[in-house]
């Protein structure tokens, strides 16, 4: 039985039992949230109320909290998952490259103007990015089913 309970079934408000009991408001408000209370506090509510400190202490145990059970996914949803967050991290990886590599021809321009040495740094990092976004948007990025179901009826079409 909480401390709410038990002060309410004597009738008394959070300020009659603070009060009694001499104990600050606040202290029990905390007490009645499920916050921990001094030893001493304790021992005044538990001997107003008529109860021991052992059970006062044992209420005060924060109840687990009830979550409701997670549904389980489906095979198609947790497809989906995996490819937004896929795709979510190419997009960074692009936009690294882009910030980085315009920065660095920036300070290639500022320093050394007449030989462009960004280049060397920058076509390994291209073709970086090609494999990720081959890995991300996978064998139909470039000739896809949309593609292929495109062709097929432009070509029933012309006949």
Same mark, same amino acid.
């Given at each position: 039985m909480s401390l709410a309970t038990r002060r309410t079934e004597k009738g008394w408000?959070? /300020?009659?039992?603070?009060? !009694?009991?001499?104990? *600050?408001?606040?202290?029990?408000?905390?007490? /009645?949230?499920?916050?921990? !209370?001094?030893?001493? *506090?304790?021992?005044?509510?538990a001997a107003v109320l008529e109860t021991s400190v052992s059970t006062l202490i044992e209420e005060q145990q924060p109840m687990p909290v009830q979550t409701m059970p997670e549904t389980p996914r489906t095979d198609r949803e947790q497809e989906v998952i995996e490819q937004v967050e896929a795709l979510k991290w190419f997009y960074v990886h692009l936009g690294c490259f882009l910030i980085f590599n315009v920065g660095m021809l920036g300070f290639n321009l500022l320093t050394t103007p007449d030989e462009i040495w960004v280049i060397y740094m920058t076509l390994p990092w291209?073709?970086?990015?090609?494999?990720?976004a081959w890995?991300?948007?996978?064998?139909?990025?470039?000739?896809?089913?949309?593609?292929?179901?495109?062709?097929?009826?432009?070509?029933?079409?012309?006949?």
């Open positions: 408000s959070q /300020e009659d039992l603070a009060q !009694i009991s001499g104990v *600050s408001v606040r202290t029990i408000q905390r007490a /009645e949230s499920g916050n921990k !209370i001094g030893l001493e *506090s304790l021992k005044c509510l291209i073709f970086g990015v090609a494999v990720h890995s991300v948007f996978g064998d139909g990025f470039v000739f896809g089913r949309e593609w292929e179901q495109r062709e097929f009826e432009k070509r029933m079409r012309q006949k």
